[in-house]
């Protein structure tokens, strides 16, 4: 298995307030990416990195924010949690960045918005 | 833009039946596709991809799919389902157009309940 963890696993919070989500690896991955997985919209990209302080947006980035300032830490911000940002977030990875390259996913992170 | 659907949501089947899960693209480039699947409460896996050649691509736990360029298909099958089968399966497109991002567009996944 790819040496990927999330943490927290769990977390309960209430509207308005920040939460940073953390993701770790230690697989020295180039890319790594942040995903939502909602019911019926399968999994969703919010942001990715492809390198030590490179970021970009992805499919749903409105509302989160990510840093990284290490190539085995990328974390995902959401600076005034909203109900709507109730979902299970994977962090990914993958070697290079290519079309063709296989992502390996973290455990994930519950997060539930009150 | 790029789409991918699953057409079913849920798909029961019983245990030693064989299954098929089916996947539709839409893209107007090349692309490669992925099937991931999702074991209760654990993260994605590979089960397998297709970039090129043949068009029948063998996966892990005896899973197949075939490529189908004219139909834009990419179907998952298994000859025969155990119980540990019984996970959310998700099929996944990356197109050669995103340049070096290694984009995924994802289905809205099938759930996959094998009973006794």
């Known amino acids: 298995d790819a040496g990927i963890t999330q943490s927290p696993r769990h977390k309960v919070t209430e509207t308005g307030t920040p939460v940073t989500l953390r993701c770790h690896q230690t697989?020295?991955?180039?890319?790594m990416y942040w995903y939502r997985q909602d019911p019926g919209h399968g999994l969703r990209l919010i942001h990715y990195s492809y390198g030590v302080k490179d970021t970009d947006k992805g499919e749903v980035s409105d509302g989160y924010s990510v840093s990284r300032s290490k190539t085995e830490d990328f974390l995902l911000t959401l600076e005034s949690a909203t109900s709507s940002q109730t979902s299970v977030y994977f962090c990914?990875?993958?070697?290079?960045?290519?079309?063709?390259?296989?992502?390996?996913f973290g455990p994930g992170t519950r997060l539930t918005v009150l | 833009a790029q789409s991918v659907t699953q057409l079913d949501s849920q798909v029961p089947v019983f245990e030693e039946a064989p299954v098929e899960l089916r996947c539709n693209y839409s893209s107007s480039v090349s692309v490669y596709l992925f099937w991931y699947v999702q074991y209760p409460n654990q993260g994605l896996q590979l089960l397998l991809k297709y970039l090129s050649g043949s068009t029948l691509v063998k996966g892990i736990n005896g899973f197949e799919a075939e490529f189908n360029k004219s139909q834009t298909s990419f179907h998952l099958r298994k000859p025969s389902v155990h119980i540990s089968d019984t996970a959310e399966y998700f099929c996944?497109?990356?197109?050669?157009?995103?340049?070096?991002?290694?984009?995924?567009?994802f289905g809205q996944g099938t759930t996959l309940q094998v009973k006794p």
């Open positions: 996944a497109v990356s197109d050669l157009g995103s340049g070096n991002t290694g984009k995924l567009i």
């Open positions: 990914a990875i993958s070697e290079s960045g290519v079309a063709s390259d296989t992502q390996y």
């Open positions: 697989e020295n991955h180039r890319y």
